[in-house]
């Protein structure tokens, strides 16, 4: 199972941009999938979740900037951050759990079992 990250770069603040998630060997619309951040000298904290069954959470930093999507005929998950701010600046991991994520548990590293490894996103004009 390989989950991969694609679509961090540099952006300007008040710009946006869209990370991107695959897997091999599976189809993500039967996963739980979280996105993850961590920053230097930070741990790493949860951004966003799309569940199975299409809900969708978001990290109070994200709520109304990031949007989270699936694209199951690409077998694709995209992060869309828009007025992306310095503090954004992080490496993002997508993680993948099966079965039920519970609400109040999405933000949790350990509830994901596979994960990739990460894509840069920094945040600077």
């Known amino acids: 199972v390989q989950i991969v990250e694609s679509g961090g770069g540099l952006v300007q603040p008040g710009g946006s941009l869209t990370l991107s998630c695959t897997a091999s060997?599976?189809?993500?619309?039967?996963?739980?999938i979280g996105w993850f951040r961590q920053a230097p000298g930070k741990e790493r904290e949860g951004v966003s979740c799309?569940?199975?069954?299409?809900?969708?959470y978001y990290a109070s930093f994200a709520e109304g900037r990031f949007a989270i999507s699936r694209d199951n005929a690409k077998n694709t998950i995209y992060l869309r951050m828009e007025q992306v701010k310095p503090e954004d600046t992080s490496v993002y991991y997508c993680?993948?759990?099966?079965?039920?994520?519970?609400?109040?548990?999405?933000?949790?590293?350990?509830?994901?079992?596979?994960w990739g490894q990460g894509t840069q996103v920094t945040v600077s004009s």
């Open positions: 060997e599976f189809s993500l619309d039967e996963y739980n």
């Open positions: 799309i569940r199975r069954d299409g809900s969708t």
């Open positions: 993680a993948a759990v099966a079965g039920l994520i519970r609400e109040e548990k999405w933000w949790i590293e350990y509830e994901y079992d596979w």
